[in-house]
Protein backbone atom coordinates (compact mmCIF):
# COMPACT_ATOMS: atom_id res chain seq x y z
CA UNK A 1 0.00 0.00 0.00
CA UNK A 2 1.66 2.66 -1.00
CA UNK A 3 1.82 5.81 1.85
CA UNK A 4 1.98 9.44 1.93
CA UNK A 5 4.96 10.22 1.94
CA UNK A 6 5.50 8.01 -1.86
CA UNK A 7 3.01 11.16 -3.06
CA UNK A 8 4.16 14.42 -1.08
CA UNK A 9 8.21 14.28 -1.45
CA UNK A 10 9.50 17.16 0.44
CA UNK A 11 10.75 18.26 -3.23
CA UNK A 12 6.99 18.71 -4.28
CA UNK A 13 6.11 20.08 -1.09
CA UNK A 14 8.59 22.81 -1.71
CA UNK A 15 7.63 24.03 -5.15
CA UNK A 16 4.16 24.03 -3.65
CA UNK A 17 5.18 26.63 -0.75
CA UNK A 18 7.63 28.44 -3.25
CA UNK A 19 5.66 28.01 -6.61
CA UNK A 20 8.82 28.95 -8.85
CA UNK A 21 8.06 31.55 -11.63
CA UNK A 22 4.18 32.56 -10.72
CA UNK A 23 2.77 35.62 -12.23
CA UNK A 24 1.74 36.94 -15.68
CA UNK A 25 3.34 37.87 -19.02
CA UNK A 26 2.18 40.53 -21.73
CA UNK A 27 -0.04 39.17 -24.53
CA UNK A 28 0.90 39.85 -26.99
CA UNK A 29 3.92 38.68 -27.32
CA UNK A 30 3.28 35.77 -25.27
CA UNK A 31 1.19 33.10 -25.42
CA UNK A 32 -1.61 32.45 -22.80
CA UNK A 33 -3.41 29.01 -22.78
CA UNK A 34 -5.71 27.74 -19.91
CA UNK A 35 -5.69 24.49 -19.09
CA UNK A 36 -8.65 22.70 -16.72
CA UNK A 37 -8.71 19.21 -14.62
CA UNK A 38 -12.49 18.97 -14.88
CA UNK A 39 -12.28 15.99 -11.85
CA UNK A 40 -11.40 18.99 -9.17
CA UNK A 41 -11.46 22.02 -11.38
CA UNK A 42 -8.09 22.63 -11.09
CA UNK A 43 -7.05 25.54 -13.27
CA UNK A 44 -3.57 26.57 -15.03
CA UNK A 45 -2.68 29.31 -16.77
CA UNK A 46 0.43 29.27 -18.34
CA UNK A 47 2.10 32.19 -20.17
CA UNK A 48 4.81 30.83 -22.55
CA UNK A 49 7.30 33.46 -24.26
CA UNK A 50 9.08 31.67 -27.33
CA UNK A 51 12.15 33.27 -29.44
CA UNK A 52 12.82 31.33 -32.28
CA UNK A 53 13.52 28.28 -31.34
CA UNK A 54 13.92 28.72 -27.52
CA UNK A 55 11.27 29.36 -24.35
CA UNK A 56 12.62 32.42 -23.64
CA UNK A 57 10.33 32.89 -20.06
CA UNK A 58 7.17 30.54 -18.46
CA UNK A 59 4.82 32.25 -15.92
CA UNK A 60 2.42 30.45 -14.13
CA UNK A 61 -1.03 31.34 -12.48
CA UNK A 62 -4.49 29.85 -11.40
CA UNK A 63 -4.86 27.34 -8.57
CA UNK A 64 -4.98 24.30 -7.61
CA UNK A 65 -3.78 21.31 -5.50
CA UNK A 66 -0.43 20.67 -4.33
CA UNK A 67 0.36 18.06 -6.94
CA UNK A 68 -0.61 20.15 -9.44
CA UNK A 69 1.33 23.17 -8.77
CA UNK A 70 4.26 21.87 -8.10
CA UNK A 71 4.01 20.26 -10.81
CA UNK A 72 3.48 23.36 -12.89
CA UNK A 73 6.48 25.17 -11.02
CA UNK A 74 8.81 22.61 -11.86
CA UNK A 75 7.44 22.53 -15.33
CA UNK A 76 8.33 25.55 -15.43
CA UNK A 77 11.88 25.72 -14.03
CA UNK A 78 12.61 22.38 -16.10
CA UNK A 79 11.64 24.34 -19.67
CA UNK A 80 12.92 28.31 -19.41
CA UNK A 81 15.22 29.03 -21.08
CA UNK A 82 15.70 25.78 -22.93
CA UNK A 83 15.16 24.70 -26.74
CA UNK A 84 11.73 24.25 -27.99
CA UNK A 85 12.43 20.52 -29.46
CA UNK A 86 14.25 19.83 -25.77
CA UNK A 87 10.65 21.07 -23.88
CA UNK A 88 9.06 19.07 -26.54
CA UNK A 89 10.84 16.03 -25.47
CA UNK A 90 10.43 16.73 -21.25
CA UNK A 91 6.79 16.70 -21.99
CA UNK A 92 6.58 13.00 -23.68
CA UNK A 93 9.71 11.90 -20.37
CA UNK A 94 7.23 13.01 -18.09
CA UNK A 95 4.15 11.28 -19.68
CA UNK A 96 6.18 7.97 -19.68
CA UNK A 97 6.93 8.48 -16.27
CA UNK A 98 3.28 9.15 -15.51
CA UNK A 99 3.03 6.03 -17.86
CA UNK A 100 1.27 7.71 -20.30
CA UNK A 101 2.38 6.49 -23.93
CA UNK A 102 0.92 8.89 -26.23
CA UNK A 103 3.72 8.37 -29.75
CA UNK A 104 1.44 5.92 -31.18
CA UNK A 105 -1.54 8.21 -30.75
CA UNK A 106 0.22 11.44 -31.45
CA UNK A 107 0.26 9.81 -34.96
CA UNK A 108 3.92 10.82 -35.67
CA UNK A 109 4.33 7.23 -36.38
CA UNK A 110 6.69 6.64 -33.62
CA UNK A 111 6.41 2.88 -32.33
CA UNK A 112 6.02 2.44 -28.49
CA UNK A 113 9.07 0.46 -28.29
CA UNK A 114 11.18 3.12 -29.46
CA UNK A 115 10.13 5.54 -26.87
CA UNK A 116 12.49 4.17 -24.38
CA UNK A 117 15.20 4.70 -26.90
CA UNK A 118 14.47 8.10 -27.91
CA UNK A 119 14.10 9.33 -24.15
CA UNK A 120 17.43 7.84 -23.18
CA UNK A 121 19.82 10.36 -21.60
CA UNK A 122 16.66 12.76 -21.11
CA UNK A 123 17.35 14.16 -17.46
CA UNK A 124 13.89 14.83 -15.42
CA UNK A 125 16.16 16.11 -12.46
CA UNK A 126 13.98 16.87 -9.78
CA UNK A 127 10.53 16.39 -11.71
CA UNK A 128 11.48 12.45 -10.95
CA UNK A 129 9.77 13.09 -7.06
CA UNK A 130 6.65 13.20 -9.13
CA UNK A 131 6.87 9.36 -9.95
CA UNK A 132 5.43 8.50 -6.75
CA UNK A 133 2.13 10.24 -8.30
CA UNK A 134 1.32 6.66 -9.98
CA UNK A 135 0.90 5.32 -7.32
CA UNK A 136 -2.12 6.80 -6.68
CA UNK A 137 -3.95 7.02 -10.47
CA UNK A 138 -6.45 9.92 -9.51
CA UNK A 139 -3.65 12.24 -9.19
CA UNK A 140 -2.36 11.34 -12.33
CA UNK A 141 -4.23 14.17 -14.06
CA UNK A 142 -3.48 16.58 -11.48
CA UNK A 143 0.97 15.98 -12.23
CA UNK A 144 0.09 16.20 -16.18
CA UNK A 145 -2.42 19.22 -16.19
CA UNK A 146 0.74 21.67 -16.62
CA UNK A 147 2.76 19.30 -19.18
CA UNK A 148 -0.67 19.01 -21.31
CA UNK A 149 -1.24 22.93 -20.53
CA UNK A 150 2.62 23.33 -21.90
CA UNK A 151 2.22 21.21 -25.18
CA UNK A 152 -1.13 23.15 -26.11
CA UNK A 153 0.84 26.10 -25.32
CA UNK A 154 4.04 24.97 -27.80
CA UNK A 155 1.53 23.98 -30.68
CA UNK A 156 -0.64 27.13 -30.51
CA UNK A 157 3.04 29.24 -30.64
CA UNK A 158 3.38 27.50 -33.92
CA UNK A 159 6.61 26.15 -32.61
CA UNK A 160 6.81 22.35 -33.44
CA UNK A 161 10.51 22.20 -33.93
CA UNK B 1 -39.27 10.38 18.79
CA UNK B 2 -36.95 7.61 19.61
CA UNK B 3 -33.38 8.33 18.73
CA UNK B 4 -31.53 6.13 16.01
CA UNK B 5 -29.73 2.86 17.53
CA UNK B 6 -26.80 3.77 14.98
CA UNK B 7 -25.04 0.73 16.05
CA UNK B 8 -27.48 -1.60 15.47
CA UNK B 9 -27.79 0.34 11.85
CA UNK B 10 -24.22 -0.15 11.13
CA UNK B 11 -24.30 -3.78 11.46
CA UNK B 12 -26.84 -3.63 8.37
CA UNK B 13 -24.33 -2.47 6.12
CA UNK B 14 -21.65 -4.93 4.85
CA UNK B 15 -19.20 -2.15 3.18
CA UNK B 16 -19.15 -0.31 7.08
CA UNK B 17 -17.71 -3.67 8.29
CA UNK B 18 -14.75 -2.93 5.64
CA UNK B 19 -11.30 -2.11 7.03
CA UNK B 20 -9.28 0.37 4.65
CA UNK B 21 -5.49 1.12 5.97
CA UNK B 22 -6.01 -1.33 8.44
CA UNK B 23 -8.67 1.37 9.85
CA UNK B 24 -12.10 1.28 10.17
CA UNK B 25 -13.97 2.36 7.33
CA UNK B 26 -15.62 6.40 7.78
CA UNK B 27 -17.83 6.63 4.91
CA UNK B 28 -18.76 10.69 4.23
CA UNK B 29 -19.37 10.63 1.02
CA UNK B 30 -23.22 10.11 1.09
CA UNK B 31 -24.37 12.99 -1.14
CA UNK B 32 -22.48 11.01 -4.12
CA UNK B 33 -23.82 7.24 -3.16
CA UNK B 34 -24.88 5.59 -0.10
CA UNK B 35 -24.04 2.30 1.42
CA UNK B 36 -26.53 -0.12 0.61
CA UNK B 37 -28.10 -2.78 3.56
CA UNK B 38 -28.03 -6.66 3.43
CA UNK B 39 -31.95 -5.87 2.88
CA UNK B 40 -31.40 -4.69 -0.60
CA UNK B 41 -28.24 -6.89 -1.51
CA UNK B 42 -30.56 -10.21 0.14
CA UNK B 43 -33.76 -8.93 -2.50
CA UNK B 44 -31.41 -8.46 -5.25
CA UNK B 45 -29.61 -11.62 -4.63
CA UNK B 46 -33.32 -13.45 -3.74
CA UNK B 47 -34.78 -11.50 -7.39
CA UNK B 48 -31.93 -13.21 -9.28
CA UNK B 49 -31.69 -16.53 -7.74
CA UNK B 50 -35.29 -16.97 -7.58
CA UNK B 51 -37.61 -14.69 -10.10
CA UNK B 52 -35.20 -13.90 -12.78
CA UNK B 53 -37.66 -13.79 -16.12
CA UNK B 54 -38.02 -10.49 -18.09
CA UNK B 55 -41.41 -8.63 -17.13
CA UNK B 56 -44.63 -7.71 -18.53
CA UNK B 57 -44.02 -10.75 -21.23
CA UNK B 58 -44.73 -14.19 -20.48
CA UNK B 59 -47.47 -16.19 -18.89
CA UNK B 60 -45.12 -18.64 -16.82
CA UNK B 61 -45.09 -18.63 -13.33
CA UNK B 62 -41.69 -17.31 -12.77
CA UNK B 63 -42.54 -14.36 -15.17
CA UNK B 64 -45.25 -13.41 -13.39
CA UNK B 65 -43.58 -13.58 -10.09
CA UNK B 66 -40.86 -11.52 -11.85
CA UNK B 67 -43.43 -8.63 -13.18
CA UNK B 68 -45.03 -8.76 -9.48
CA UNK B 69 -41.72 -8.10 -7.81
CA UNK B 70 -41.24 -5.29 -10.01
CA UNK B 71 -44.11 -3.38 -10.07
CA UNK B 72 -44.65 -4.16 -6.09
CA UNK B 73 -41.13 -1.76 -6.05
CA UNK B 74 -42.97 0.61 -7.67
CA UNK B 75 -46.00 0.83 -5.20
CA UNK B 76 -43.71 0.83 -2.30
CA UNK B 77 -41.67 3.66 -3.98
CA UNK B 78 -45.01 6.21 -4.89
CA UNK B 79 -45.78 5.28 -1.10
CA UNK B 80 -42.76 6.56 0.08
CA UNK B 81 -43.28 9.98 -1.61
CA UNK B 82 -47.29 10.22 -1.27
CA UNK B 83 -47.84 9.91 -5.35
CA UNK B 84 -51.68 9.49 -5.64
CA UNK B 85 -51.15 6.54 -8.02
CA UNK B 86 -48.51 4.35 -8.89
CA UNK B 87 -48.76 5.31 -12.52
CA UNK B 88 -47.38 8.26 -11.85
CA UNK B 89 -43.86 6.80 -10.84
CA UNK B 90 -41.77 6.08 -14.40
CA UNK B 91 -38.82 4.24 -13.63
CA UNK B 92 -35.52 6.23 -14.94
CA UNK B 93 -32.03 5.36 -15.03
CA UNK B 94 -31.46 8.12 -12.33
CA UNK B 95 -32.60 11.55 -11.26
CA UNK B 96 -30.21 12.68 -14.49
CA UNK B 97 -31.99 10.84 -16.72
CA UNK B 98 -35.49 11.83 -14.94
CA UNK B 99 -34.68 15.64 -15.44
CA UNK B 100 -33.83 15.10 -19.65
CA UNK B 101 -37.14 12.85 -20.19
CA UNK B 102 -38.97 16.08 -19.11
CA UNK B 103 -36.43 18.27 -20.79
CA UNK B 104 -37.39 15.96 -24.16
CA UNK B 105 -40.63 15.29 -23.68
CA UNK B 106 -43.02 17.87 -21.98
CA UNK B 107 -40.38 20.83 -22.87
CA UNK B 108 -39.59 20.39 -26.06
CA UNK B 109 -43.12 20.27 -27.11
CA UNK B 110 -44.47 23.45 -24.57
CA UNK B 111 -41.39 25.63 -25.32
CA UNK B 112 -40.84 28.36 -27.76
CA UNK B 113 -38.11 30.18 -28.42
CA UNK B 114 -38.27 33.23 -26.05
CA UNK B 115 -39.61 31.01 -22.86
CA UNK B 116 -38.53 31.12 -19.73
CA UNK B 117 -36.86 28.89 -17.65
CA UNK B 118 -35.76 29.82 -14.44
CA UNK B 119 -32.96 27.44 -12.04
CA UNK B 120 -31.25 28.41 -9.47
CA UNK B 121 -27.54 29.31 -8.78
CA UNK B 122 -27.25 25.72 -7.12
CA UNK B 123 -27.81 23.60 -9.32
CA UNK B 124 -26.19 20.47 -9.88
CA UNK B 125 -24.94 19.53 -13.86
CA UNK B 126 -27.99 17.18 -13.91
CA UNK B 127 -30.31 20.17 -13.58
CA UNK B 128 -28.59 22.86 -15.95
CA UNK B 129 -27.02 21.45 -18.62
CA UNK B 130 -30.24 19.72 -20.46
CA UNK B 131 -32.03 23.17 -19.94
CA UNK B 132 -28.98 24.60 -22.01
CA UNK B 133 -29.10 22.17 -24.26
CA UNK B 134 -32.56 22.88 -25.16
CA UNK B 135 -31.73 26.63 -24.82
CA UNK B 136 -29.01 26.27 -27.12
CA UNK B 137 -31.82 23.74 -29.66
CA UNK B 138 -35.11 25.72 -29.10
CA UNK B 139 -33.81 29.32 -28.14
CA UNK B 140 -35.01 29.67 -24.53
CA UNK B 141 -34.19 31.84 -21.95
CA UNK B 142 -32.11 30.76 -18.92
CA UNK B 143 -32.46 32.71 -15.60
CA UNK B 144 -30.91 32.10 -12.30
CA UNK B 145 -32.38 32.29 -8.77
CA UNK B 146 -29.18 33.74 -7.10
CA UNK B 147 -28.31 33.01 -3.37
CA UNK B 148 -28.07 34.89 0.37
CA UNK B 149 -25.44 35.26 1.98
CA UNK B 150 -26.11 32.80 4.04
CA UNK B 151 -26.35 30.15 1.34
CA UNK B 152 -29.93 29.92 1.05
CA UNK B 153 -32.32 30.76 -2.17
CA UNK B 154 -32.53 34.96 -2.23
CA UNK B 155 -36.19 34.55 -3.69
CA UNK B 156 -36.37 38.90 -2.92
CA UNK B 157 -36.56 38.93 -7.39
CA UNK B 158 -38.47 36.21 -7.67
CA UNK B 159 -41.35 37.60 -9.54
CA UNK B 160 -39.30 39.10 -11.92
CA UNK B 161 -37.31 36.17 -13.06
CA UNK B 162 -40.61 33.82 -13.19
CA UNK B 163 -42.67 36.66 -15.52
CA UNK B 164 -42.89 34.74 -18.57
CA UNK B 165 -41.82 31.98 -17.31
CA UNK B 166 -42.84 28.36 -18.43
CA UNK B 167 -40.61 26.52 -16.08
CA UNK B 168 -39.03 26.56 -12.61
CA UNK B 169 -36.36 23.57 -12.05
CA UNK B 170 -34.90 24.04 -8.86
CA UNK B 171 -33.19 21.55 -5.96
CA UNK B 172 -35.15 20.62 -2.36
CA UNK B 173 -31.46 20.33 -1.36
CA UNK B 174 -28.39 21.10 -2.36
CA UNK B 175 -25.97 18.87 -2.67
CA UNK B 176 -23.10 20.99 -2.09
CA UNK B 177 -24.38 23.79 0.33
CA UNK B 178 -26.84 21.34 2.21
CA UNK B 179 -29.17 23.77 1.98
CA UNK B 180 -32.77 23.03 1.73
CA UNK B 181 -35.03 24.89 0.25
CA UNK B 182 -38.70 24.90 1.10
CA UNK B 183 -40.34 23.92 -1.79
CA UNK B 184 -44.61 24.75 -1.74
CA UNK B 185 -43.75 28.81 -1.85
CA UNK B 186 -41.70 27.90 -4.94
CA UNK B 187 -44.56 26.17 -6.68
CA UNK B 188 -47.27 28.47 -5.35
CA UNK B 189 -45.21 31.18 -7.02
CA UNK B 190 -44.71 29.17 -10.45
CA UNK B 191 -47.93 28.43 -10.39
CA UNK B 192 -48.83 31.99 -10.10
CA UNK B 193 -47.77 32.41 -13.36
CA UNK B 194 -48.66 29.55 -14.74
CA UNK B 195 -45.30 28.12 -14.62
CA UNK B 196 -44.70 24.57 -13.93
CA UNK B 197 -42.46 23.50 -10.84
CA UNK B 198 -39.53 20.37 -11.29
CA UNK B 199 -37.92 19.63 -7.82
CA UNK B 200 -34.76 18.03 -8.28
CA UNK B 201 -35.49 15.79 -5.53
CA UNK B 202 -32.01 13.38 -5.62
CA UNK B 203 -30.87 14.67 -2.49
CA UNK B 204 -33.38 15.52 -0.18
CA UNK B 205 -35.72 12.15 -1.28
CA UNK B 206 -32.65 9.78 0.95
CA UNK B 207 -32.99 12.37 4.12
CA UNK B 208 -36.52 14.28 4.20
CA UNK B 209 -40.33 12.94 4.18
CA UNK B 210 -41.13 13.22 0.84
CA UNK B 211 -44.66 14.09 -0.18
CA UNK B 212 -44.89 15.40 -3.27
CA UNK B 213 -48.74 16.42 -3.50
CA UNK B 214 -48.01 18.76 -0.35
CA UNK B 215 -45.06 20.57 -2.72
CA UNK B 216 -47.85 20.81 -5.55
CA UNK B 217 -44.98 20.35 -7.65
CA UNK B 218 -45.49 19.10 -11.43
CA UNK B 219 -42.00 16.85 -11.80
CA UNK B 220 -39.74 15.44 -8.98
CA UNK B 221 -37.07 13.42 -10.23
CA UNK B 222 -34.83 10.89 -7.79
CA UNK B 223 -32.13 8.40 -7.88
CA UNK B 224 -32.33 5.00 -5.82
CA UNK B 225 -28.56 4.98 -5.15
CA UNK B 226 -28.46 7.53 -2.51
CA UNK B 227 -31.07 5.99 -0.79
CA UNK B 228 -29.88 2.76 0.13
CA UNK B 229 -31.12 1.29 -3.41
CA UNK B 230 -28.50 0.26 -5.84
CA UNK B 231 -27.06 2.16 -9.45
CA UNK B 232 -29.76 2.42 -12.41
CA UNK B 233 -32.52 3.41 -11.38
CA UNK B 234 -34.50 6.24 -10.80
CA UNK B 235 -37.87 8.07 -10.91
CA UNK B 236 -40.12 10.37 -12.02
CA UNK B 237 -43.05 11.60 -10.32
CA UNK B 238 -45.44 13.40 -12.31
CA UNK B 239 -49.28 13.71 -11.96
CA UNK B 240 -51.10 11.23 -14.72
CA UNK B 241 -52.68 13.46 -16.54
CA UNK B 242 -49.65 15.90 -16.79
CA UNK B 243 -47.13 11.96 -18.01
CA UNK B 244 -50.41 11.40 -20.43
CA UNK B 245 -50.00 14.89 -22.00
CA UNK B 246 -46.84 14.59 -22.93
CA UNK B 247 -44.95 12.68 -25.85
CA UNK B 248 -42.89 9.57 -25.55
CA UNK B 249 -39.36 9.50 -24.75
CA UNK B 250 -36.97 6.94 -26.01
CA UNK B 251 -38.88 4.17 -28.73
CA UNK B 252 -39.18 0.51 -28.37
CA UNK B 253 -40.23 -2.30 -26.75
CA UNK B 254 -42.77 -2.00 -23.57
CA UNK B 255 -43.50 1.96 -24.64
CA UNK B 256 -46.14 0.91 -27.37
CA UNK B 257 -49.43 -0.59 -27.29
CA UNK B 258 -49.24 -1.44 -31.02
CA UNK B 259 -46.94 -1.35 -33.89
CA UNK B 260 -47.59 -1.40 -37.83
CA UNK B 261 -45.44 -0.72 -40.92
CA UNK B 262 -46.76 2.58 -40.83
CA UNK B 263 -46.55 3.87 -37.34
CA UNK B 264 -47.59 2.55 -33.73
CA UNK B 265 -49.54 3.74 -30.25
CA UNK B 266 -47.93 4.10 -27.26
CA UNK B 267 -48.78 2.47 -23.66
CA UNK B 268 -50.44 3.62 -20.87
CA UNK B 269 -48.20 5.51 -18.37
CA UNK B 270 -46.03 4.68 -16.63
CA UNK B 271 -44.91 2.19 -19.20
CA UNK B 272 -44.96 4.86 -22.12
CA UNK B 273 -41.51 5.93 -20.79
CA UNK B 274 -40.04 2.81 -20.10
CA UNK B 275 -38.57 1.74 -23.30
CA UNK B 276 -36.83 -2.05 -23.28
CA UNK B 277 -35.93 -3.93 -20.37
CA UNK B 278 -36.06 -2.02 -17.49
CA UNK B 279 -33.87 -2.20 -14.64
CA UNK B 280 -36.05 -5.23 -12.71
CA UNK B 281 -33.18 -6.47 -10.09
CA UNK B 282 -33.09 -2.71 -9.27
CA UNK B 283 -36.21 -1.75 -8.45
CA UNK B 284 -36.45 -4.87 -6.38
CA UNK B 285 -33.55 -3.76 -4.34
CA UNK B 286 -35.04 -0.23 -4.44
CA UNK B 287 -38.12 -1.56 -3.11
CA UNK B 288 -36.09 -3.08 -0.43
CA UNK B 289 -34.96 0.20 0.48
CA UNK B 290 -37.86 2.18 0.57
CA UNK B 291 -39.33 -0.73 3.18
CA UNK B 292 -36.11 -0.56 5.10
CA UNK B 293 -36.05 3.29 5.22
CA UNK B 294 -39.98 3.49 6.01
CA UNK B 295 -39.23 1.12 8.92
CA UNK B 296 -36.52 3.20 10.63
CA UNK B 297 -38.66 6.58 9.89
CA UNK B 298 -37.85 9.09 8.01
CA UNK B 299 -38.57 12.09 10.52
CA UNK B 300 -36.64 10.26 12.93
CA UNK B 301 -33.50 10.09 10.10
CA UNK B 302 -34.40 13.53 9.53
CA UNK B 303 -33.67 14.16 13.37
CA UNK B 304 -30.65 12.33 13.69
CA UNK B 305 -29.09 14.28 10.81
CA UNK B 306 -30.34 17.48 12.10
CA UNK B 307 -28.41 16.77 15.51
CA UNK B 308 -25.26 14.95 13.41
CA UNK B 309 -25.05 18.72 11.94
CA UNK B 310 -25.29 20.71 14.92
CA UNK B 311 -22.85 18.48 16.15
CA UNK B 312 -19.95 18.49 13.19
CA UNK B 313 -20.81 22.38 13.09
CA UNK B 314 -20.27 22.95 16.60
CA UNK B 315 -16.82 20.39 16.35
CA UNK B 316 -14.75 21.77 13.24
CA UNK B 317 -15.73 25.57 14.59
CA UNK B 318 -13.99 24.25 18.35
CA UNK B 319 -10.82 22.31 16.31
CA UNK B 320 -10.56 24.74 13.35
CA UNK B 321 -11.92 28.31 13.92
CA UNK B 322 -11.61 30.53 11.50
CA UNK B 323 -9.24 28.44 9.21
CA UNK B 324 -11.87 26.07 8.10
CA UNK B 325 -14.87 27.81 6.06
CA UNK B 326 -17.76 26.21 5.90
CA UNK B 327 -20.08 27.42 3.11
CA UNK B 328 -23.17 26.41 4.10
CA UNK B 329 -25.78 27.94 6.39
CA UNK B 330 -25.31 27.58 10.20
CA UNK B 331 -29.40 27.14 10.35
CA UNK B 332 -29.90 23.43 11.45
CA UNK B 333 -33.66 24.14 9.84
CA UNK B 334 -32.36 25.18 6.54
CA UNK B 335 -29.97 22.66 6.25
CA UNK B 336 -29.12 19.16 6.25
CA UNK B 337 -26.17 17.25 7.40
CA UNK B 338 -23.98 17.57 4.20
CA UNK B 339 -20.60 20.40 4.87
CA UNK B 340 -18.52 21.91 2.30
CA UNK B 341 -15.41 23.43 2.99
CA UNK B 342 -12.23 25.06 2.58
CA UNK B 343 -8.93 25.05 4.65
CA UNK B 344 -6.86 27.97 4.46
CA UNK B 345 -4.24 27.10 2.37
CA UNK B 346 -4.73 23.36 1.77
CA UNK B 347 -6.33 22.15 -1.40
CA UNK B 348 -9.37 19.83 -1.03
CA UNK B 349 -7.79 17.49 -3.25
CA UNK B 350 -4.77 17.41 -0.26
CA UNK B 351 -7.12 17.38 1.93
CA UNK B 352 -9.39 14.02 0.81
CA UNK B 353 -6.43 12.22 0.16
CA UNK B 354 -4.22 13.08 3.58
CA UNK B 355 -7.73 11.95 5.22
CA UNK B 356 -8.04 8.62 2.81
CA UNK B 357 -4.68 7.55 5.34
CA UNK B 358 -7.24 7.38 8.18
CA UNK B 359 -9.79 5.63 5.98
CA UNK B 360 -12.13 8.41 6.05
CA UNK B 361 -14.29 8.99 2.56
CA UNK B 362 -14.92 12.68 1.37
CA UNK B 363 -15.26 13.88 -1.86
CA UNK B 364 -13.19 16.73 -2.85
CA UNK B 365 -14.11 18.81 -6.53
CA UNK B 366 -16.64 21.10 -7.54
CA UNK B 367 -18.96 18.21 -6.79
CA UNK B 368 -21.05 18.70 -10.20
CA UNK B 369 -21.95 22.21 -8.99
CA UNK B 370 -19.82 24.26 -10.93
CA UNK B 371 -21.47 27.30 -11.78
CA UNK B 372 -21.49 26.74 -8.02
CA UNK B 373 -18.32 26.79 -7.55
CA UNK B 374 -17.82 30.00 -9.58
CA UNK B 375 -20.50 31.92 -7.44
CA UNK B 376 -18.77 30.67 -4.48
CA UNK B 377 -15.32 31.96 -5.82
CA UNK B 378 -13.80 28.81 -4.89
CA UNK B 379 -12.48 25.98 -7.71
CA UNK B 380 -12.87 23.16 -5.67
CA UNK B 381 -14.13 21.86 -1.93
CA UNK B 382 -13.93 19.28 0.23
CA UNK B 383 -17.16 17.95 1.29
CA UNK B 384 -18.57 15.49 3.87
CA UNK B 385 -22.23 14.15 3.75
CA UNK B 386 -23.77 12.41 6.30
CA UNK B 387 -26.47 9.28 6.56
CA UNK B 388 -28.18 7.19 8.91
CA UNK B 389 -25.66 4.78 9.17
CA UNK B 390 -23.25 7.78 10.60
CA UNK B 391 -22.66 8.90 14.26
CA UNK B 392 -20.59 11.67 16.41
CA UNK B 393 -17.74 8.77 16.52
CA UNK B 394 -17.54 9.79 12.62
CA UNK B 395 -17.76 13.24 12.92
CA UNK B 396 -14.59 13.04 15.62
CA UNK B 397 -12.89 10.88 13.11
CA UNK B 398 -13.33 13.22 10.50
CA UNK B 399 -12.08 16.21 12.62
CA UNK B 400 -9.06 14.02 13.48
CA UNK B 401 -8.19 13.49 9.83
CA UNK B 402 -8.39 16.91 9.04
CA UNK B 403 -6.39 17.74 11.86
CA UNK B 404 -3.49 15.29 10.47
CA UNK B 405 -4.14 16.71 6.79
CA UNK B 406 -3.62 20.03 8.26
CA UNK B 407 -0.57 19.40 10.41
CA UNK B 408 1.08 17.50 7.15
CA UNK B 409 0.42 20.73 4.79
CA UNK B 410 1.80 23.49 7.79
CA UNK B 411 3.87 25.93 6.21
Known amino acids: ?161 | MKALDVTRIKADFPMLERRVHDKRLVYLDSAATSQKPLAVLDAMDDYYRQRNANVHRGVYTVAEEATAAFENARTHVARFVHANDTAEIVFVRNATEAINLVAHTWARTNLRAGDAVVLSHLEHHANIVPWQMLAAELGIELRWIPLTDDFRLDLSDLPRLLDGAKLLAVSAMSNVLGTINDVRPLADAAHAVGALLLVDACQSVPHLACDVQAWDADFVAFSAHKMLGPTGIGALWARRALLESMPPFLGGGEMIRDVRLDGFTTNDVPWKFEAGTPAIAEAVGWGAAVEYLHAIGMDAIRNHERGLAGYTLALLEERFGDRLTIYGTHNLDARGATFSFLFDGIHAHDISQVVDEEAVCVRAGHHCAKPLMRVLGVPATTRASFYLYNDEADADALADALARAEKFFAF
Open chain 1, 1 to 161: MPGLEDLYREIILDHYRSPRNRGELPVPPAHRVEGFNPLCGDEVVLFLAVDGDTVTDVKISGQGCSISQASSSMMSAAVKGKPVAEARTLIRAFKALMSIHESKLDGDGQPEQDLGAQLEGVRLGDLEALQGVVKFPVRIKCATLAWNTLQQALDEAGVSA
